[in-house]
């Protein structure tokens, strides 16, 4: 099937949306259709087989004009160019996530699959206009909503009448393949972070706490250059590494050399890419699924959302606070009790095989071709 992915972000990029479609996207091709990633004119001059360490590549287009995030009136020209390039090319199903796009492909008749990740709340005025007046979501047109977690599926039925048979839940996944080790007693473990250095997602909290546990290392892999040497002007004590964020095909590199992976997020208020919006109630964050894929022992604050996957004791540990001297002493007793953290570390990593991007991409595209 010749499939079109229109998306209107930096690609290739370390950002969490790119990563998740070009893996997406990679996974499509690798099922044997014709696939083509439409984007801007953005992103880093890579391909993405390297950037991403795909196996099979999408086609990638990067339409010339747009050299910069397309917002104002490029936001919806882009979404026309875009349309417009995959209609030359014959596509015969589109994906998106972009909400004008959508619409002007119901417009045309066209097949497509809408990816809903959070609320509607920071589209603009004409949007929430659009899908408050107009029945856009149950067009006979849209094939599926792909909802990323079961709040988003009750939002799209509670504030847009979606059919709930239209809508189906396939969460994130990870691209990385680890082989499985034990851990071992140790006087000092390395404690990772992978991912944004928005306060929201913990990196401040990840400074109090390595500034109060000089026993283990700490280390922050996120961020660009620039936030990186920001941050690095707070008071960073000696057991903590800050680095900017590495390209997808590096990250097993780094996350291999960790004993205990990090995800403190901020229940209450948990900001998207930008530092906009609340993406708490929402969230599939893809670091998640990387961590269950490592194979290594995950420590998370109490995110509702996160107990889709996760099981505390189970598969992971979960703490019910952001308070230093509770995560110093789960830390603490992870040391006392090693076999128990070996079962946990395995079963997050046999749960990972549930979730590659090839089960994502077959869950995806499952639908009645009629």
Known sequence: MRICYLFNSSTPSSNPGSIQVVNTCAAISELSHDI?????????????????????SPKLIKLKYFKKFPLGLNYYLFS???IFNGICNNSELYITRNYFTLFLLILLKKKVIIEVHHDLKNEGRLINILYKYFDIFNNKNIIKVVAITNPVKKYLISNFRVDKKKIEI????????????????????????????DSSKGSDFIIKLSNKDKKNKYFIYGGSKEEVLR?????????????????????????????????????????????????????????????????????????????????????????????????????????????????????????????????RAQRILKFDHH
């Open 36 to 56: 083509r990633l439409i984007v801007p004119n953005t992103g880093l001059n890579l391909s993405l087989k390297k950037f991403y360490g795909i196996k099979k």
């Open 80 to 82: 026309i160019f875009s």
């Open 170 to 197: 396939i969460p994130s996944a990870s691209a990385l393949k680890f082989k499985f080790n034990k851990i071992k007693k140790k006087k000092m473990y390395n404690i990772g972070y992978f991912g944004s250095l």
């Open 231 to 359: 941050f690095k002007k707070k008071n960073i004590p000696k057991n903590l590494q800050i680095n900017q964020s590495v390209q997808y095909s590096r990250i097993k590199k780094n996350m291999s050399k960790m004993d205990i992976l990090l995800m403190p997020s901020n229940p209450k208020k948990l900001r998207s890419l930008g530092g906009i919006g609340n993406i708490a109630k929402y969230t599939s964050p893809i670091k998640l699924f990387d961590y269950l894929a490592s194979g290594k022992i995950i420590i998370t604050s109490n995110l509702k959302v996160f107990h889709e996957i996760l099981q505390n004791n189970k598969n992971c540990m979960i703490i019910n606070n952001l308070k230093t001297d509770a995560w110093i002493k789960v830390i603490n007793n992870l040391k006392m009790k090693i076999p128990m953290v070996n079962t946990i570390k395995k079963n997050a990593y046999n749960l990972s095989k549930d979730h590659t991007y090839i089960k």
